[in-house]
């Protein structure tokens, strides 16, 4: 064997090293990517990851009556969901550190009883953080039967500690049609099923 040969064998052989020492980095990423995909929006307020905090904490808060900041509240629907959904009030104006509650509608427009999720996102994203919520629909799924409608509640507080630049911040909320479905809303479903079929 001539000495190019080996060089080019060692060569090689340092190739598929550092392609392996690749294809493992980037198998990690991928397990590491959810976690760092959740502290990310848990920083910025991306993808609605708005604070969640108990009804007693509310209570401790001071209200910073010196300033109002307007909250607007939207509401879709993805098109899988045969489900009418809005807010009842569109915007309202609240002092940082106040509690306040208003309430979306849904109504299922389908003849099949249904189980939805929404997910929540705040704009600007920089308000997430301080956007916090003791009550709300999306924190569970919610199921309808066939023409079913019903007002659902939310309660927040905006934290006094919101940048001052910050006088509006969005809440918008988008209903998907439920995937894994709980195991008494899926035994109900399959209970209908069966009723119309005999």
């Known amino acids: 064997m001539s000495m190019q040969e080996e060089r080019r064998r060692q060569a090689n052989r340092r190739t598929v ?4 020492i690749v294809a493992l980095l980037m198998f990690g990423f ?3 990517l959810v976690p760092l ?3 990310f929006c848990q920083v910025t307020g991306m993808n609605g990851k708005t604070g969640r905090i108990g009804p007693e904490k509310t209570l401790i808060g001071r209200v910073d009556e010196s ?4 909250v607007e509240f939207l509401g879709t629907v993805n098109s899988e969901l045969p489900w009418e959904f809005r807010p009842i009030v569109r915007h309202v104006r609240v002092h940082p550190g106040e509690v306040t ?15 939805g999720q929404a997910v ?12 916090n919520k003791t009550e709300c629909f999306c924190f569970t799924q919610q199921t309808l039967a066939a023409g079913e ?10 934290a006094p500690a919101l940048p001052d630049e910050v006088v509006r911040v969005s809440l918008s909320y988008t209903f998907y049609q439920a995937r894994n479905v709980a195991p008494a809303a899926r035994a109900a479903t399959e209970g209908d099923k069966l009723e119309s079929i005999m």
């Open 149 to 158: 409608a019903r007002e659902m509640p939310i309660r927040f507080v905006v």
């Open 101 to 115: 509650e208003v309430h979306y509608f849904a109504r299922n427009k389908s003849d099949n009883q249904m189980t």
């Open 37 to 39: 995909y959740n502290v």
């Open 120 to 131: 929540p996102s705040v704009a600007p994203g920089q308000a997430a953080k301080y956007f």
């Open 17 to 20: 090293r550092r392609l392996g």
């Open 67 to 70: 300033r109002l900041v307007t």
């Open 30 to 32: 991928g397990f590491a």
